[in-house]
């Protein structure tokens, strides 16, 4: 009995066709990474999560850590999905700083490709993470004020290169109409370049505030064409086309942190 039972088993596996094997069977989906050993760069060990989360309280030092999020999808165009994975972590004090880290396959267990940095709640903390195209679309939260009054949403995406994170410009900024002002802040090497929609009729601002001549910017209109140089710093002028406009900030040395103030006005009737 045993022995045709087994008989059975043998001859429907080899009937089966692979290609009905399912994607969470043979890929990075079988992998539980709610209850898995990760590497977060808040502290400088490992953290085993438990359904999704990790607490612990020694010595008055206090460690959460949590898995929120798991996105599946290829991004290197082999066919074969990678999982994101997005964490917090909270080591006791009020912040609590989010990543999101891609992981791969390799020798049939999960590799860690690469690291995508969030931050702390509104300043620069993860909103949402997603897989489309072979992108990964990252969504932080922004402010230059308070760490839980986000201003604006700053979304990035990247693509993976020969096991590296490539960042595909522009980033795209979405903020309330009703918010006149927000703060553009990172450092660069090279360059970054942000992309925002505004309305024919509205008046634009954009104003250099890191002191250092670090950096110098451009703003090019929905038509590609460069829209005047800025005066010290400072470039502004009533808007003549509805689109996407970008604001192109490049390096002026080795490594450059800017802050850029945009103000964008009501458009006139």
Not at 129 to 143: F, H, K, Q, Y
Request: with cysteine.
């Amino acid at each position: 009995m045993i022995r045709a039972i087994t008989l059975v088993a043998l001859v429907v596996s080899i009937l089966v066709p692979a290609d009905l094997v399912t994607a969470e069977e043979r890929g990075i989906r079988r992998v539980d990474f709610r209850n898995y050993t990760y590497r977060p760069t808040c502290v400088r060990h490992t953290v085993r999560v438990s359904n999704g989360e990790h607490v612990t309280d020694r010595a008055g030092r206090r460690l959460w850590f949590a898995v929120t999020t798991i996105s599946y999808g290829d991004l290197t165009a082999d066919g074969v999905e990678e999982a994101v994975v997005v964490t917090q972590c909270s080591t006791g004090g009020s912040g609590t700083f989010s990543e999101a880290t891609i992981y791969g396959l390799g020798k049939n267990r999960p590799v860690e490709i690469a690291k995508i940095r969030g931050g702390d709640r509104s300043y620069g903390g993860i909103h949402e993470v997603r897989i489309a195209d072979g992108l990964v679309e990252v969504t932080r939260n922004r402010s230059s004020t308070c760490a839980i009054c986000t201003e604006y949403l700053e979304m990035s995406k990247f693509r993976v290169a020969r096991g590296r994170l490539v960042e595909v410009f522009p980033r795209r900024i979405e903020k309330e109409a009703s918010r006149e002002r927000i703060v553009l802040g990172d450092v660069t090497s090279d360059r970054i370049e942000y992309s925002l929609h505004a309305e024919a009729g509205q008046m634009m601002a954009v104003r250099l505030l890191t002191l250092s001549a670090d950096a110098a910017f451009k703003v090019v209109g929905p038509s590609g064409n460069q829209l005047g140089d800025p005066q010290e710093g400072h470039w502004a002028r009533r808007l003549a086309e509805t689109g996407d406009y970008r604001i192109v900030v490049r390096a002026l040395k080795k490594s450059a942190r800017y802050e850029l103030e945009v103000r964008l006005s009501t458009a006139e009737r």
